[in-house]
Antibody, heavy 127, light 107 residues
Framework: QVQLVESGGGVVQPGRSLRLSCVAS????????MHWVRQAPVKGLEWVAV????????YFADSMKGRFTISRDNSKNTLYLQMNRLRVEDTAVYFC????????????????????WGQGTTVTVSS | DIQMTQSPSSLSASVGDRVTITCRAS??????LNWYQQKPGKAPNLLIF???TLQSGVPSRFSGSGSGTDFTLTISSLQPEDFATYFC?????????FGGGTNVEIK
C-alpha cells in the first residue's frame, strides 16, 4: 500500500526550530521527487518546497528561503523539513506529497502533479 | 510568481447538477494545471493533472479542460460525495502556486 506518514509536529515558541519527518512505504521512494505543502487554519494550500529524487536539487517558496531546509534519506525512505526561526504565521498543517503523476507528450514525459499525500502533521507556533 | 485565481470561491448546488469551476493563471502555463479535491480534515486528493488527464481511480464525471491561462473543472452530475473544496495548482514553474479554492456546498 502506497503511503506517506508525517510526524514531528507540535507546539513551539516563535524563533525556535522543529524538524518534520515523512516516512514513505509501498513504492520506490528513491525514484520520486517529494514536496512539502502547508495549510494554515481555515486557509488554502501553500507550497513550501520540493526536493529531487536524489536530493541534489531543492526549491523553496520565497517566505521559507533561508529558514527552512528540505532533505531526504533514501536509505530510510524518509523526507525531512527542518524549520528554523519559526514565526506565528508558520502555524499550519504540513503535508508531504509525492510528485508522481506523469504526463507524456510524444516521447517526452515529466512528472507534473502530487499524486500521493500524507495525512498531515500540525505545527503551532505560539508564545 | 504565477497567481492563480479561482472562481467562484463558493457555490451551492444540488445532487445531479452540472458544476463548473474556473481557474485563471496570471501568465501562460501551457497545460501544467492540476485540480485537487479536499474534504475537511483530510489531505488533498488529485483529480485531474496536465489540465485534462483524469487521475487513476477518479470517477469519469470529473473532467478538465483549458490551456494557456484559462482552465475549467467540470463535474457532470454532482454526487453526495463531491461536496468538498476544490483547488487548482500550476506546476509550470516554481514557486508552485494554488488557487484560493472553491467550496462546493449542498443547496
Amino acid at each position: 500500500q502506497v503511503q506517506l506518514v508525517e510526524s514531528g509536529g507540535g507546539v513551539v515558541q516563535p524563533g525556535r526550530s522543529l524538524r518534520l519527518s515523512c516516512v514513505a512505504s509501498g513504492f520506490s521512494f528513491n525514484t520520486y521527487g517529494m514536496h512539502w505543502v502547508r495549510q494554515a487554519p481555515v486557509k488554502g494550500l501553500e507550497w513550501v518546497a520540493v526536493i529531487s529524487y536524489d536530493g541534489r536539487n531543492q526549491y523553496f517558496a520565497d517566505s521559507m528561503k533561508g529558514r527552512f531546509t528540505i532533505s531526504r534519506d533514501n536509505s530510510k525512505n524518509t523526507l525531512y523539513l527542518q524549520m528554523n526561526r519559526l514565526r506565528v504565521e508558520d502555524t499550519a498543517v504540513y503535508f508531504c506529497a509525492r510528485e508522481g503523476a506523469r504526463y507524456c507528450s510524444g516521447a517526452r514525459c515529466k512528472t507534473v502533479a502530487m499524486d500521493v499525500w500524507g495525512q498531515g502533521t500540525t505545527v503551532t507556533v505560539s508564545s | 510568481d504565477i497567481q492563480m485565481t479561482q472562481s467562484p470561491s463558493s457555490l451551492s448546488a444540488s445532487v445531479g447538477d452540472r458544476v463548473t469551476i474556473t481557474c485563471r493563471a496570471s501568465q501562460t502555463i501551457s497545460i501544467y494545471l492540476n485540480w485537487y479535491q479536499q474534504k475537511p480534515g483530510k489531505a488533498p486528493n488529485l483529480l485531474i493533472f496536465a489540465a485534462s488527464t483524469l487521475q487513476s481511480g477518479v470517477p469519469s464525471r470529473f473532467s478538465g479542460s483549458g490551456s494557456g491561462t484559462d482552465f475549467t473543472l467540470t463535474i457532470s452530475s454532482l454526487q453526495p460525495e463531491d461536496f468538498a473544496t476544490y483547488f487548482c495548482q500550476q506546476t509550470y514553474g516554481t514557486p508552485l502556486t494554488f488557487g484560493g479554492g472553491t467550496n462546493v456546498e449542498i443547496k
